[in-house]
């Protein structure tokens, strides 16, 4: 119940392109939501955060998408860059504290 | 200033050697957060502190030992390390332990046992 499941592995996307990756939850506890982007030989850096009360939030050209009632959470970037080569988790967060329950991660290579 | 930083950036160490990772921030933050990274893993908690108390312990072995000896400063001491402890050590700090609060990562420590 404390998993989240994302998918997929690994994304190799053409430079313009929109990449998608999507998260599952089971506990309906979480109450915080917030996609981080690791680049090699650096922590993860908050990229994009949804509170389970808003369906979808938008900042440049990275949107999250929520389902509340499938329990589900998807990341978009659009026009993507070379620059977004990364690792991306997303994460969750139950109600009462802090405490970050990362997904699997997700390595996305974008080609020129 | 949003920085958390780190030292040191590489440590090997040997099975019974005793080593330290410090962390540090100078946001006025006051939850701070030790994770562990494997090789193409997630970070995974091992401790939070939540205005300088160890508020939470993900069952981490004793062989790790966390210390906040300020608001602003984390200690991870390591004593009689495994092989299988290999990993990257991150540090993280938010304005508060209450959900939603933005965790700042630092870059890690990439720790090596021998």
């Known amino acids: 119940q404390q998993q989240v499941k994302q998918s997929p592995q690994s994304l190799i996307v053409q430079k313009g392109g929109i990449s998608i990756i999507n998260c599952a939850y089971e506990?309906?506890?979480?109450?915080?939501f917030p996609w981080y982007q690791q680049f090699p030989g650096k922590g993860p850096a908050l990229l994009i955060a949804?509170?389970?009360?808003?369906s979808e939030k938008k900042e440049g050209r990275f949107t999250i998408s929520f389902n509340k009632s499938a329990k589900q959470f998807s990341l978009h970037i659009m026009d993507s860059q070379p620059g977004d080569s990364a690792t991306y988790f997303c994460a969750a967060s139950p109600g009462g504290y802090n405490k970050l329950i990362f997904g699997a991660g997700t390595r996305l290579a974008v080609h020129p | 200033d949003t920085e958390v930083t780190q030292t040191p950036k590489h440590l090997v160490m040997g099975m019974t050697n005793k080593k330290s990772l410090k962390c540090e921030q100078h946001?006025?933050?006051?939850?701070m957060y030790w994770y562990k990274q494997k090789a193409k893993k997630p970070p995974e908690l091992m401790f939070v502190?939540?205005?300088?108390?160890?508020?939470i312990n993900e069952s981490v072995p004793s062989r790790f030992s966390p210390e906040c000896p300020n608001s602003s400063l984390l200690n991870l001491h390591l004593h009689a390390l495994q092989p299988e402890d290999s990993a990257l050590y991150l540090c993280a700090s938010s304005q508060d332990d209450s959900p939603g609060y933005e965790q700042f990562f630092g870059p890690g420590t990439r720790l090596t046992v021998l």
């Open positions: 949804i509170r389970p009360d808003v």
């Open positions: 502190y939540s205005y300088e108390k160890l508020s």
């Open positions: 506990n309906t506890a979480f109450d915080y």
């Open positions: 946001m006025g933050h006051r939850a």
